[in-house]
């Protein structure tokens, strides 16, 4: 099939040697429906006793919301409004900054016990209606939640949005889709056409999209308006994302807004130490990149 665009992603190092492949954003594809960032961690084998060093510290967001989905492992979750969260696999975490939250992730569990962390953290951005909205967090678990299918060899979970007459519960600002799919060996499923832009996303294994080969690693933005067929050619973890497009965002740091001077007073905000830190965990921040 003619694809949009191929992506591979590229090793970033999140501070302390936490390393991630980053896909979104790209300089050829910023976005992708409202999903701005998408970062793969891991696989990443952690022994207990690891440093702190490893830890995301405390850091501000605005103009978005993440979402933050396990394959395995586990990191704990803070932020400015009192919330504590473990995050687990299958689990979601669905954080709104809108007009301005701190949260750090801590690598609890895996200090305690040792843990292999696999997963992905996504970014999607506000509409300008909501950016300055009040900040949340939501934690959603279980089919009821996030609905499940199990078909011809792939078990799917929804993550967030619509798609296929499902519905997840996950409160979102405007229309898109999330979903996880497991595909044994040789198994098939289509992507339809509900949204105008969508794309797809290779955790482990290897599939290929109407005959064009997709490794790990690889995300694949594809056409508007046409249906793709996904086989795997061993077993493998899939991500489908998309959505309908919200309009240019700037991205500045951990910041994301329509406007550039709202990025500047948010640095600016950051700087002068004007965020509340998460509760619970405000002895130590992350410091303004110059």
């Known amino acids: 099939m003619d694809a949009t665009l191929l992506i591979d992603r590229r090793t970033h190092d999140l501070g302390g040697g936490f390393i991630v492949g980053r896909v979104l954003p790209f300089r050829k594809r910023r976005m992708v429906g409202p999903f701005v960032f998408f970062d793969h961690m891991g696989p990443l084998e952690l022994a207990a006793g690891i440093p702190r060093e490893l830890d995301v510290k405390p ?12 394959y395995s492992g586990a990191i704990t979750h803070r932020d400015s409004l009192g919330s504590l969260q473990e995050i687990r696999p299958g689990a979601v975490n669905w954080m709104t900054a809108g007009r301005g939250i701190t949260h750090s992730e801590r690598l609890e569990y895996a200090r305690a016990h040792g843990a292999s962390m696999h997963g992905i953290q996504a970014w ?65 499923r289509s992507l339809g056409t509900q949204y105008p832009e969508r794309a797809i996303y290779v955790a482990q294994g290897a599939i290929d999209v109407d005959g064009q080969p997709l490794a790990e690693g690889q995300m694949l933005v594809l056409p508007p308006g046409k249906a793709a067929q996904l086989t795997a050619h061993e077993p493998a973890t899939v991500m489908l994302l998309g959505g309908e497009p919200i309009g240019e965002r700037y991205i500045d740091w951990n910041f994301v807004s329509s406007s550039k001077d709202r990025l500047a007073q948010a640095r600016e905000d950051w700087r002068a130490q004007r965020m509340k830190l998460p509760v619970g965990d405000d002895q130590e921040f992350i410091a303004l990149p110059s």
């Open 59 to 70: 850091h501000p967001h605005i103009g978005l919301s993440t979402v933050t989905y396990l």
């Open 124 to 188: 999607v951005a506000l509409p300008r209606e909501d950016e300055e909205c009040a900040p949340s967090f939501h934690h959603y678990h279980g089919a009821e939640q996030l609905p499940e299918f199990n078909e011809d060899g792939v078990h799917g979970r929804l993550i967030a949005g619509a798609i296929d007459g499902q519905t997840a519960l996950v409160k979102t600002h405007s229309p898109l889709f999330y979903l996880h799919w497991n595909m044994a060996a040789d198994a098939r």
